[in-house]
C-alpha cells in the first residue's frame, strides 16, 4: 500500500492585470509512482475579477492543465462578459483545438471550481449548516448542471469522523459530484471536511483511475508575500474581455 503518492499546492495572487487575481490548484506524482505514471502534472488555473459590490470572485478564464508521458492537453473556458458568451476550447495532445460558445444567460451567476470555492468559503452562499444540500453554479462544461453540495447531519459525521485517524478540525463532512475527466475519476464524486472557518481539511477523490479512492489532506498554510504579483501571459491577456 503506497501512502504518499502525490503532492499539491493552491496559491492566491493579484496579477499585472488591475483587478484580477490568480487562484491555482496545481499538483504532480511523486517516488515510484511519479515514474509508473509517466510524470503526471496538472494544473488548475482560474484568472478572477473581485467584484467589491457583490463581495465575491468573478472567472474570466479558467484553465486545465495536464502532462503524462510528456504529451499535454489543454482545457479552457472563458466567460466573455462583455459579448454575453462563454467559449469552451480544448487542445489535445495533437495540438488541434476544438472550440464551442454558449450564450451567457441573464441574470445567472457563473463559477469555475477555484472561484466557486473561494466564494463558498467565504459565505457569499450563506453560512455553514449541517443536513443541507447548496447548489452551486459551477458552469466549466457544455449545458453544466448545478454542483449539489451536501453537508453531512451531526450523526452522519460522527459516522465517517470514526474512520479518521487524525480528527483535528474535521468539523462537516461533505459530499458532490463533478465531471468524471476533470478528476479522472469513474464516478466524479468527491468527499471531504471543512474546518469551522469553511477551509478544506481533506479531501477523497473516489474511484481514480489507477489509484481507487484517492485522498489528500492539508499540511499546511502560509501567508504568502502580499508584494507578490503573478504574470499574466499574453496568451489568457488576449482573452479577457470584461463589460
Known amino acids: 500500500l503506497i501512502s504518499h503518492c502525490g503532492d499539491a499546492h493552491t496559491s492566491f495572487l493579484k496579477t499585472d492585470l488591475h483587478g484580477i487575481y490568480r ?3 496545481e499538483g504532480r506524482t511523486v517516488g515510484f509512482i511519479d515514474f509508473l505514471m509517466g510524470r503526471l502534472r496538472y494544473s488548475y488555473v482560474s484568472y478572477s475579477q473581485y467584484l467589491a459590490g457583490e463581495d465575491r470572485l468573478r472567472p474570466v478564464v479558467f484553465l486545465i492543465k495536464k502532462r503524462r508521458m510528456g504529451k499535454e492537453s489543454l482545457r479552457s473556458v472563458v ?5 454575453r458568451e462563454i467559449i469552451f476550447s480544448e487542445t489535445g495532445d495533437n495540438k488541434e483545438t476544438k472550440a464551442h460558445k454558449e450564450p451567457m444567460l441573464k441574470d445567472r451567476i ?7 470555492l473561494y466564494n463558498f468559503r467565504h459565505g457569499y452562499y450563506g453560512p455553514l449548516k449541517r443536513d443541507s444540500i447548496y447548489r452551486l453554479p459551477l ?3 457544455e449545458k453544466m ?5 451536501k453537508i453531512a447531519s451531526f450523526e452522519e459525521q460522527k459516522k465517517n469522523l470514526k474512520k479518521e485517524s487524525n480528527k483535528a478540525n474535521k468539523d462537516y463532512f461533505l459530499q458532490f459530484q463533478v465531471s468524471r475527466q476533470d478528476v479522472s475519476s469513474g464516478s466524479g464524486e468527491v468527499e471531504g471536511w471543512l474546518s469551522t472557518r469553511a477551509a478544506p481539511i481533506k479531501g477523497t477523490i473516489k474511484n481514480v483511475i489507477f489509484f481507487g479512492d484517492l485522498w489528500g489532506e492539508l499540511i499546511e498554510t502560509r501567508i504568502g508575500d502580499p508584494s507578490k504579483i503573478a504574470a499574466v501571459p499574453d496568451s489568457v491577456k488576449t482573452q479577457i474581455q470584461l463589460p
Not at 466567460?79 to 459579448?83: G, K, L, M
Not at 457563473?110 to 466557486?116: A, G, H, M, Q, S
Not at 448542471?145 to 453540495?149: I, M, R
Open 110 to 116: 457563473y463559477e469555475d471550481y477555484l472561484t466557486l
Open 145 to 149: 448542471k448545478p454542483l449539489a453540495l
Open 79 to 83: 466567460f466573455n462578459y462583455a459579448a
Open 139 to 141: 458552469y466549466i462544461r
Open 23 to 25: 487562484t491555482s490548484l
